[in-house]
């Protein structure tokens, strides 16, 4: 199942920038669980929001109130709106499906399909 992040980019330090996640069109992601990671070169890839088909979101302690994940089912897509960003939030993102519809949480091993990734750099 072909996964596709975009939206990546340089914002300063405070700043927002919004990530998109599309499943390849015919194959429905609605009915999955999908979250976004992030990986620094050198550490483990750590889960930062998800959101399950009842559109329930769940967020690393790290973002909450900063970061916004959002599905749109007839788009196949989802999205990370990331605001009052930091420094420190450098790093590869990751969009990933799971086959659980729910119950996936933040969990890199309960997620089976993986995009390649879009850099995020913040500058101070």
């Known amino acids: 199942v072909p996964v596709a992040e975009s939206g990546g980019g340089s914002a300063q330090a405070g700043g927002s920038l919004r990530l998109s996640c599309v499943v390849s069109t015919g194959y429905p992601s609605g009915g999955h669980a999908v979250a976004w990671f992030r990986q620094v070169p050198g550490k483990e890839r750590e889960g930062v929001a998800s959101i399950n088909s009842n559109f329930e979101p769940d967020y690393a302690n790290s973002v909450k109130g900063r970061f916004t994940i959002s599905r749109d089912n007839a788009k196949n897509s989802v999205f990370l709106e990331m605001n009052s960003l930091k420094p420190d939030e450098t790093a590869m993102y990751y969009c990933?499906?799971?086959?659980?519809?729910?119950?996936?949480?933040?969990?890199?091993?309960?997620?089976?399909?993986w995009g390649q990734g879009t850099q995020v750099t913040v500058s101070s």
């Open positions: 990933a499906v799971s086959r659980r519809s729910r119950g996936a949480g933040l969990a890199t091993r309960r997620y089976d399909w």
